[in-house]
């Protein structure tokens, strides 16, 4: 409880010490940017920590993290000079005129403070109720805090690979160990502490970026306040709780419904069912379905799986030409808070929500001025580019695959801001290249640092083929947003005349520029030795019979492809068209005004990242598209969650008569169906939030460990207090108890979860021998060839427990005789190498 409070306490001061730079770099906000400045100031504030200590000005301790804060202050106090009226040169007045705004925007002040209070307690008491670091990648998110907390310099040391870098996009991290080492908290709670406080900021994010949105759209005729700031509050339940039709499909399978259907049957379900999966004996609405697990037949009444959550992040099926199932992830935020991780997509949430925010200030005509780089003029002032560049650098530090994403969310803004003042012409897209590009180079030389020890897994782009997503699946997964995102655009083309050819069109030529191109790739990729392999693994003899397969399964299954052409289309058609020539004065200049455009670019942005899996994917390790569609399906849920709850206010204030009717019980059910899942989960994920067994909540992820290896638990807490050094431990593979020495003390190991630090590097080059080598530390006789192990890896410390002795036939006798024992208890027990 102590901890949360300092966190509390201590994000509530830095966003109070960074509202001054908000006020003064967004007045085009209605709030000012009050609902982003906690965001803002732990974005500036870990940049220019990370940024010193990887120059080695500072340390990376406590005088380190507070110099970068005092830096943050001198920002705002120069802010606040900005901000003073003519002819008064003191802060003081400056100051004045921000508590004057706080006061007169008492409400939502008020609402914004509940909310990040609300939000932090909330995430903080989930994780209370299942706080455990087991399991998916919590392991390896623990070690990463554990590692740069002990780190004395940056770059921080990889915890499972001694004498390296982290070679992994970290700056989340830095983020929770710069709070931990501040507040003088573990590792093992800040990881809870730093997933309850990224919820929080997404709460803030999402509310304030509604806001925004809405206090322009209405600026003509003001909402109250109030009412602006309870309307506001369908942002953050549309992106953060709102989920996919999954928990609802699993209310049915439990209740029986659906499963009606024999082998000889004719009906609507076998005649679907026969186009998805024609080898199956018997045909209903789940086999027609095809989602793994909710094919298998429950006992009606019965209660859901403990795992049925889990379920939900794997809605969409892909099955090769083999009829052998391909996993692929497609998680929503509801999901991720949930399941507990704290990975990179989850972490930079609040930053790309940050970024929207700064995008619509300069769509509501921020930052006018020009910036000289004296080979291009980018037509925004300098201080929104240098923001605009630290944030979108920070993004991609925070999680690669969002940098693109914002950063063309930024330039469609300025374009779309620009068109407004000219119309659209053909230099507006120069316009935004000559912006864009800039912005990008700056963006990445602002953290070079990191990209010096950064090595990717990525390999470039390979076609998709033969995994087209079904129409089913893909309203499965993002129904609840499709729904009122598609109302919403019926609402908006009753007023504007739409560019039908124009929007369908462009779209219609994007894919098949798209279908094309992976076309190309496939033909290129065939004349490969492993493209000969990949098409004789898929039971098929040439290239040509697995383009007549795939061209079918694109028939059958085109449901998936209508719908994305079918949205981005429409939303395109708004962007090309105009307003209607019938509406009156008022509305037009409305209509120039509003922010629907910036709306309507956040469907098609959204719309691309869902469209282009179906034809390319990012080259990986894991060699499908399963990591392209969980990266870009994510950041789509978040594009369209903002426009569905701007959409959903829209047209229920503006609707009338039996439209209002229609779409009001429409976008009802559609919450009844999403909310639906957060309801059966969350008790579920929880055990019932430990109601009956209150005393085992906590917030140490690590305090399972006193349970489970009671002997492991007590060593490591020894180990916390030696100084810094390798740590021999056993070597196991991904997903696994293994790194447990180097995942709770900080401490590097040899090696471990190689199949990670594969990912991480690109490649197991910088592996080499080491798995082996640690084998032979352990079971070998003699003692040079030991010392010598020990010597090539500057090993430290040995460390030899229950799960050494189980994997390897352990030979200790060396070690006594050549090594100080510095720690006994139980199973365990640790040497020091002289």
Same mark, same amino acid.
């Given at each position: 409880?102590?901890?949360?409070?300092?966190?509390?306490?201590?994000?509530?001061?830095?966003?109070?010490?960074?509202?001054?730079?908000?006020?003064?770099?967004?007045?085009?906000?209605?709030?000012?940017?009050?609902?982003?400045?906690?965001?803002?100031?732990?974005?500036?504030?870990?940049?220019?920590?990370?940024?010193?200590?990887?120059?080695?000005?500072? *340390?990376?301790?406590?005088?380190?993290?507070?110099? !970068?804060?005092?830096?943050?202050?001198?920002?705002?106090?120069?802010?606040?000079?900005?901000?003073?009226?003519?002819?008064?040169?003191?802060?003081?007045?400056?100051?004045?005129?921000?508590?004057?705004?706080?006061?007169?925007?008492?409400?939502?002040?008020?609402?914004?403070?509940?909310?990040?209070?609300?939000?932090?307690?909330?995430?903080?008491?989930?994780?209370?109720?299942?706080?455990?670091?087991?399991?998916?990648?919590?392991?390896?998110?623990?070690?990463?805090?554990?590692?740069?907390?002990?780190?004395?310099?940056?770059?921080?040391?990889?915890?499972?690979?001694?004498?390296?870098?982290?070679?992994?996009?970290?700056?989340?991290?830095?983020?929770?160990?710069?709070?931990?080492?501040?507040?003088?908290?573990?590792?093992?709670?800040?990881?809870?502490?730093?997933?309850?406080?990224?919820?929080?900021?997404?709460?803030?994010?999402?509310?304030?970026?509604?806001?925004?949105?809405?206090?322009?759209?209405?600026?003509?005729?003001?909402?109250?306040?109030?009412?602006?700031?309870?309307?506001?509050?369908?942002?953050?339940?549309?992106?953060?709780?709102?989920?996919?039709?999954?928990?609802?499909?699993?209310?049915? *399978?439990?209740?029986?419904?659906?499963?009606?259907?024999?082998?000889?049957?004719?009906?609507?379900?076998?005649? @679907?069912?026969?186009?998805?999966?024609?080898?199956?004996?018997?045909?209903?609405?789940?086999?027609?379905?095809?989602?793994?697990?909710?094919?298998?037949?429950?006992?009606?009444?019965?209660?859901?799986?403990?795992?049925?959550?889990?379920?939900?992040?794997?809605?969409?099926?892909?099955?090769?030409?083999?009829?052998?199932?391909?996993?692929?992830?497609?998680?929503?935020?509801?999901?991720?808070?949930?399941?507990?991780?704290?990975?990179?997509?989850?972490?930079?949430?609040?930053?790309?929500? @940050?970024?929207?925010?700064?995008?619509?200030?300069?769509?509501?005509?921020?930052?006018?001025?020009?910036?000289?780089?004296?080979?291009?003029?980018?037509?925004?002032?300098?201080?929104?580019?240098?923001?605009?560049?630290?944030?979108?650098?920070?993004?991609?530090?925070?999680?690669?695959?969002?940098?693109?994403?914002?950063?063309?969310?930024?330039?469609?803004?300025?374009?779309?801001?620009?068109?407004?003042?000219?119309?659209?012409?053909?230099? @507006? @897209?120069?316009?935004?290249?000559?912006?864009?590009?800039?912005?990008?180079?700056?963006?990445?030389?602002?953290?070079?640092?990191?990209?010096?020890?950064?090595?990717?897994?990525?390999?470039?782009?390979?076609?998709?083929?033969?995994?087209?997503?079904?129409?089913?699946?893909?309203?499965?997964?993002?129904?609840?947003?499709?729904?009122?995102?598609?109302?919403?655009?019926?609402?908006?083309?009753?007023?504007?005349?739409?560019?039908?050819?124009?929007?369908?069109?462009?779209?219609?030529?994007?894919?098949?520029?798209?279908?094309?191109?992976?076309?190309?790739?496939?033909?290129?990729? !065939?004349?490969?030795?492993?493209?000969?392999?990949?098409?004789?693994?898929?039971?098929?003899?040439?290239?040509?019979?697995?383009?007549?397969?795939?061209?079918?399964?694109?028939?059958?299954?085109?449901?998936?492809?209508?719908?994305?052409?079918?949205?981005?289309?429409?939303?395109?058609?708004?962007?090309?068209?105009?307003?209607?020539?019938?509406?009156?004065?008022?509305?037009?200049?409305?209509?120039?005004?509003?922010?629907?455009?910036?709306?309507?670019?956040?469907?098609?942005?959204?719309?691309?990242?869902?469209?282009?899996?179906?034809?390319?994917?990012?080259?990986?390790?894991?060699?499908? *598209?399963?990591?392209?569609?969980?990266?870009?399906?994510?950041?789509?849920?978040?594009?369209?969650?903002?426009?569905?709850?701007?959409?959903?206010?829209?047209?229920?204030?503006?609707?009338?008569?039996?439209?209002?009717?229609?779409?009001?019980?429409?976008?009802?059910?559609?919450?009844?169906?999403?909310?639906?899942?957060?309801?059966?989960?969350?008790?579920?994920?929880?055990?019932?939030?430990?109601?009956?067994?209150?005393?085992?909540?906590?917030?140490?992820?690590?305090?399972?460990?006193?349970?489970?290896?009671?002997?492991?638990?007590?060593?490591?807490?020894?180990?916390?207090?030696?100084?810094?050094?390798?740590?021999?431990?056993?070597?196991?593979?991904?997903?696994?108890?293994?790194?447990?020495?180097?995942?709770?003390?900080?401490?590097?190991?040899?090696?471990?979860?190689?199949?990670?630090?594969?990912?991480?590097?690109?490649?197991?080059?910088?592996?080499?021998? *080491?798995?082996?080598?640690?084998?032979?530390?352990?079971?070998?006789?003699?003692?040079?060839? !030991?010392?010598?192990?020990?010597?090539?890896?500057?090993?430290?410390?040995?460390?030899?427990?229950?799960?050494?002795?189980?994997?390897?036939?352990?030979?200790?006798?060396?070690?006594?005789?050549?090594?100080?024992?510095?720690?006994?208890?139980?199973?365990?027990?640790?040497?020091?190498?002289?």
């Amino acid at each position: 409880m102590f901890s949360f409070l300092l966190w509390y306490l201590t994000l509530s001061l830095v966003g109070l010490l960074t509202f001054p730079i908000a006020y003064h770099m967004l007045p085009a906000l209605a709030d000012r940017g009050y609902s982003l400045s906690r965001t803002l100031g732990l974005l500036l504030w870990a940049f220019f920590f990370w940024l010193m200590t990887s120059f080695g000005l500072t *340390r990376n301790d406590s005088t380190g993290i507070l110099l !970068a804060l005092l830096i943050v202050v001198g920002l705002s106090t120069w802010a606040l000079q900005k901000i003073r009226k003519p002819h008064e040169d003191n802060l003081t007045s400056s100051l004045s005129c921000v508590i004057k705004w706080l006061q007169s925007n008492r409400s939502l002040v008020i609402t914004v403070e509940l909310l990040f209070l609300i939000g932090f307690a909330f995430m903080a008491f989930v994780r209370a109720n299942n706080p455990e670091n087991v399991g998916t990648e919590k392991p390896m998110e623990l070690a990463f805090i554990n590692a740069i907390l002990r780190s004395p310099a940056f770059p921080p040391n990889d915890p499972w690979l001694s004498g390296y870098a982290i070679s992994y996009y970290y700056f989340g991290y830095v983020m929770a160990a710069m709070l931990a080492k501040l507040t003088f908290t573990s590792g093992s709670v800040a990881f809870n502490l730093m997933l309850a406080l990224v919820f929080a900021l997404s709460v803030l994010g999402a509310f304030g970026l509604l806001y925004n949105l809405l206090a322009a759209y209405w600026k003509a005729s003001p909402l109250r306040p109030t009412l602006l700031s309870a309307l506001s509050l369908l942002g953050p339940l549309t992106l953060l709780f709102l989920s996919n039709v999954e928990g609802f499909l699993e209310l049915l *399978r439990r209740y029986g419904i659906g499963w009606s259907g024999q082998a000889g049957d004719v009906n609507l379900w076998t005649t @679907l069912g026969r186009l998805a999966r024609p080898n199956l004996e018997a045909y209903n609405f789940w086999t027609w379905l095809d989602i793994k697990d909710l094919r298998e037949f429950p006992l009606p009444g019965s209660e859901p799986r403990f795992w049925f959550w889990w379920r939900a992040s794997r809605v969409v099926q892909d099955y090769d030409l083999m009829g052998n199932f391909v996993e692929v992830i497609d998680e929503f935020p509801f999901f991720s808070y949930l399941l507990g991780d704290l990975h990179p997509h989850v972490l930079a949430m609040p930053f790309g929500l @940050l970024a929207a925010g700064l995008a619509l200030h300069l769509f509501l005509g921020g930052w006018r001025g020009n910036t000289d780089l004296k080979w291009v003029k980018i037509p925004i002032h300098r201080e929104g580019f240098a923001l605009l560049a630290i944030t979108l650098g920070g993004l991609a530090f925070l999680n690669t695959w969002d940098f693109p994403t914002y950063l063309a969310v930024v330039s469609g803004a300025l374009i779309l801001s620009l068109q407004q003042e000219r119309g659209w012409r053909w230099d @507006l @897209l120069e316009e935004g290249v000559k912006f864009a590009l800039p912005l990008a180079a700056v963006s990445i030389v602002i953290y070079l640092p990191f990209y010096v020890t950064f090595s990717s897994q990525a390999g470039g782009i390979l076609p998709n083929v033969i995994f087209p997503t079904r129409g089913a699946h893909l309203w499965v997964m993002f129904g609840t947003l499709f729904a009122p995102l598609f109302l919403f655009l019926a609402h908006t083309a009753r007023k504007q005349s739409l560019a039908w050819k124009v929007g369908l069109g462009l779209t219609v030529a994007f894919t098949a520029l798209l279908g094309t191109f992976s076309l190309l790739l496939t033909l290129v990729a !065939a004349q490969t030795e492993i493209g000969q392999v990949l098409i004789s693994s898929q039971g098929v003899s040439s290239l040509g019979e697995v383009l007549r397969e795939a061209f079918g399964r694109r028939l059958a299954f085109s449901g998936g492809l209508l719908t994305l052409i079918l949205l981005i289309g429409t939303a395109a058609a708004h962007l090309a068209g105009k307003t209607d020539e019938n509406t009156d004065e008022a509305e037009a200049t409305k209509a120039n005004s509003s922010p629907l455009p910036f709306v309507w670019m956040l469907i098609v942005f959204g719309g691309v990242l869902v469209l282009a899996p179906e034809f390319v994917y990012l080259r990986d390790n894991f060699g499908t *598209r399963m990591n392209t569609i969980f990266k870009f399906y994510y950041q789509a849920w978040a594009l369209w969650s903002v426009a569905a709850a701007f959409g959903a206010i829209v047209l229920l204030r503006e609707a009338r008569g039996i439209w209002l009717g229609l779409s009001g019980g429409i976008l009802a059910g559609v919450f009844l169906v999403g909310l639906t899942y957060p309801l059966l989960s969350l008790p579920n994920k929880t055990n019932s939030f430990n109601v009956s067994n209150p005393e085992k909540r906590t917030l140490d992820s690590a305090a399972y460990l006193m349970d489970y290896s009671p002997d492991d638990y007590m060593a490591i807490q020894y180990m916390k207090t030696l100084p810094l050094g390798v740590v021999a431990e056993a070597v196991g593979g991904s997903y696994s108890e293994y790194a447990r020495v180097a995942t709770h003390t900080g401490h590097p190991n040899v090696l471990n979860w190689p199949g990670h630090q594969g990912q991480w590097r690109g490649g197991y080059k910088e592996q080499g021998t *080491r798995g082996e080598d640690v084998a032979l530390l352990y079971t070998t006789t003699d003692w040079e060839t !030991a010392r010598s192990i020990l010597t090539r890896y500057n090993i430290r410390y040995v460390y030899i427990g229950a799960l050494e002795r189980r994997t390897y036939p352990v030979y200790e006798e060396k070690f006594m005789v050549y090594l100080r024992e510095i720690y006994r208890q139980g199973e365990v027990t640790i040497y020091e190498v002289p």
